[in-house]
């Protein structure tokens, strides 16, 4: 009796080779969008970079649309992927919120694509993020990183302010978003960069003090109470 034929071996190199080629696309096709925007953006000029046709992109990307889409999905998973990775376990509740509002501070002047990837999605309301269960599905985790930490420090009698983990979030991003999408008008209005080096750890230091403060701070109920 003949031996059995073993089946082949899965085409490991082709799958690795077209792993490749979508990350080089999405390498390109961000500083495009980043740079001349959704509508601005030309598919065409993505495959002339990559020295490729643009039937190439659509076969692994679909559309113009599926590809801004896949941006965003990497961009936003960097960020997700870190607060995730965050170590804070060994900390008390108010380190352990500095540590984070620090990543985030670290993390948006390190990738000015991002911040100029969700103003633009912003200007698009949001249609291409809405679109994306994967990207819906990621804020979940990070969300309850900061909730850990919330409920930790009320245990311990340290918060004693009433905020819940998305308000928090929006508070932390807001100051690092800000930092880093308004430079340019801030400079040109009031004389002074934000994003310069050597006001670096001040503003960084700025933004932990502001939310341990407003987490601390026993502020007086409503009038009448």
Known sequence: MAAAVPPPSPPVKRTRDAARTQGEILDVATEEFARMGYA????????????????????????????????????????????????????????????????TFDHH??????????????????????????????????????????EAGREQGVFTAEVDAVDLHAMI???????VSNRHTFRALFGRDLTEASGREHYRTMLGDMVISYLTSDRPGPKGS
Request: hydrophobic share 45%.
């Open 173 to 179: 991003s807001s100051f690092c978003f800000f930092r």
């Open 40 to 103: 601005g953006a030309r598919v065409d000029e993505i495959a002339a970079r990559m020295r490729t046709t643009k039937r190439m992109i659509y076969y692994y990307f679909g559309s113009k649309d599926q590809l801004f889409t896949a941006v965003l999905e990497r961009a936003y998973k960097v960020i997700r992927h870190e607060e995730q990775q965050l170590d804070v376990g060994h900390l008390d509740p108010v380190s352990a919120i500095r540590r984070l509002a620090e990543l």
């Open 109 to 150: 002047e390190a990738h000015p694509d991002f911040i100029r990837l969700v103003s633009i999605e912003n200007i698009h309301e949001a249609k291409h993020i809405g679109a994306s269960p994967s990207l819906a599905s990621l804020s979940s985790p990070a969300i309850d990183v900061i909730a850990s930490i919330l």
